[in-house]
């Protein structure tokens, strides 16, 4: 599995976790649990609401600078968050599962033994929310190994074994 890969689904995973017990009424549904996404929505066609309360953990970009005592490599990792609500109160629930995602990376700021959080995190919203549907973002950055020209020699294993 290549980095970007990994990081995305360990950072998925944490996020299940810290939604797991949460559940929102959702349209046409009662007690609906928070979906989570690597990347993207498997059908974007958005035809279907049942995709919300959601969570899309997606990859924007990968910056690799001149290695400096503690810097490097980082993959910048955007957050999608997602709620449907006709109730005009319904963005409480937006912000409860971006509140609960932002303790949960804080606390566990290191993922798979190999990504480490960087701060400042950013979490945001929008004041013009879609109604009935409430959206806020998140942007994380994580340190990521940095390959070498000494790696050179070892090209054909380091691919083999997806980075």
Do not use: C
Request: a negative charge.
């Amino acid at each position: 599995m290549i980095i970007p890969e990994r990081l995305i689904n360990s950072l998925k995973e944490e996020i299940e976790i810290a939604v797991k017990d949460y559940r929102l009424r959702a349209e046409n549904q009662e007690d609906k649990q928070v979906s989570v996404y690597a990347q993207h929505i498997p059908d974007e066609d958005f035809h279907d609401d049942s995709y919300y309360p959601l969570v899309i953990v997606s990859l924007n970009k990968v910056e690799d600078t001149e290695p400096v005592e503690g810097s490097g490599s980082t993959a910048t990792i955007g957050l999608t968050i997602g709620v449907y609500g006709e109730d005009k109160q319904a963005w409480m629930d937006l912000l409860s599962i971006m509140e609960r995602i932002r303790q949960r990376v804080l606390i566990f700021r290191k993922l798979d033994r190999r990504f480490r959080l960087v701060l400042p995190v950013k979490w945001e919203t929008v004041e013009a929310q879609p109604y009935p549907f409430w959206f806020g973002y998140g942007t994380l950055v994580y340190q990521i190994a940095q390959p070498n020209e000494q790696m050179a020699e070892n090209w054909d294993r380091i691919m083999e074994n997806g980075g």
